[in-house]
């Protein structure tokens, strides 16, 4: 491609037969005094034109909300590419809309992350993906030559199963062996462990050794073996290398962490990187940054006034008579008077008063209690009189 956009007979506006080249992926400045067409260069000659090829490729649904331009009055403008224009104020009212969004950038950024993101786990750094058979086999057989191991998978067991169900269950599916807590187990043996309590049990499916040139047959074998993990195994396999030294390989077909298994993994698809899509964001605040939280300030707006005269403004209200009179026996244990400014109690007696004290109830956990009956619109009007928003404590905004 020309590294360079060339402009030839631009008419635009006043212009005057222009000819001229612009270099490609550069800053290029366009400046000079009123009047001179920098605009009828910029946005009506070069942007116009790029705009119309770039709306070419848009849907027709997109279209309807971006405006053509006419086409610019040049004889011909080689090598550029579909253009966006940047405006210095914002031309929507959604506060979500982006220029990634309105030009639909934004849907083919989150399928290309869908399609080359890679997850990796967060404990151990590991990538995070599907284990097929062949990539089993080829991971195997990059061991070096003569290494011995065994092929297994672990078993799930629950908390009612006894060592002799067990080993009934596992030889009537054909089992022979299984490793238990690293100890290689017959099952036609006596029981050396109780394969019910122990730690961790896999089955062994087969035993190998790494040839010196793996074959078609050996290949089959370890391939049928693997196969076989999967299936009986959940999904999960083993490869426990004879030298206790060298540590063993974990294959899993499910989209998780073969090492830390009890985390949970979604699979990268579009609606994972859309910011309409709660998956990932904070649980407190869902992703918004800042939660509602009751501000003193509020429940007390007016801190010249007394108990008596409604300084606690929710219980101020007619239908609180109740705890209007509890907490003039609490004053009255406390041996607080109820006539006195709020700004002259003190602040021991302000604290209980506002979060609570033995068996009163405080102001603050009287407007939580009323959270479960938000569904009521008369509640939801009368606790927002009383929250602010803050930065999330959880996430940190």
Request: proline content about 8%; aromatic content about 8%.
């Amino acid at each position: 491609m020309d590294r360079s956009i060339r402009i030839t007979g631009a008419r635009q506006h006043n212009l005057k037969n222009l000819d001229l080249d612009l270099p490609r992926n550069a800053l290029t400045v366009v400046t000079g005094p009123s009047g001179s067409g920098k605009s009828s260069l910029a946005l009506d000659t070069l942007f116009a034109a790029g705009q119309r090829r770039y709306v070419e490729a848009l849907s027709s649904y997109a279209r309807q909300f971006l405006d053509r331009l006419e086409k610019p009055d040049v004889d011909r403008i080689e090598g550029l590419s579909p253009a966006v224009a940047i405006e210095q104020r914002n031309p929507t009212t959604s506060s979500r809309s982006t220029v990634g969004t309105a030009t639909e950038v934004y849907d083919f950024l989150r399928l290309l992350f869908a399609r080359v993101g890679r997850t990796h786990c967060p404990a151990c750094g590991d990538e995070v993906r599907p284990d097929s058979v062949s990539d089993a086999v080829d991971r195997v057989t990059s061991l070096p030559s003569g290494d011995r191991f065994l092929v297994a998978f672990p078993l799930s067991r629950s908390g009612r199963v006894s060592h002799e169900l067990v080993v009934g269950n596992l030889r009537a599916l054909g089992f022979a062996r299984v490793l238990a807590d690293g100890v290689l187990v017959e099952l036609s043996e006596p029981a050396v462990l109780d394969l019910a309590t122990a730690r961790e049990v896999m089955v062994v499916v087969d035993r190998l050794k790494i040839p010196p040139t793996p074959d078609r047959n050996w290949m089959d074998r370890l391939a049928d073996s693997i196969a076989t993990c999967f299936r009986e195994g959940e999904g999960e396999a083993v490869v426990v290398p004879a030298n206790p030294a060298h540590e063993a390989i974990r294959f899993s077909e499910r989209f998780r962490c073969p090492r830390h298994p009890e985390k949970v993994f979604l699979k990268p698809t579009p609606r994972l990187f859309s910011f309409n899509n709660p998956y990932g964001s904070c649980p407190t605040c869902t992703g918004f940054g800042a939660t509602l939280e009751y501000d003193p300030a509020l429940v007390v707006p007016d801190e010249d006034r007394s108990l008596e005269d409604g300084a606690l403004d929710p219980w101020a209200k007619p239908r609180y008579q109740t705890e209007r009179t509890l907490l003039r026996r609490f004053a009255g244990e406390r041996g607080v008077s109820i006539h006195a400014p709020w700004r002259e109690l003190p602040e021991p007696f302000r604290e209980a008063v506002l979060y609570g004290q033995g068996s009163f109830r405080g102001v603050l956990d009287f407007l939580a209690s009323k959270e479960r009956k938000r569904y009521k619109q008369y509640i939801r009007i009368f606790l927002r009189q009383y929250q602010r928003p803050r930065p999330c404590r959880a996430c940190g905004g």
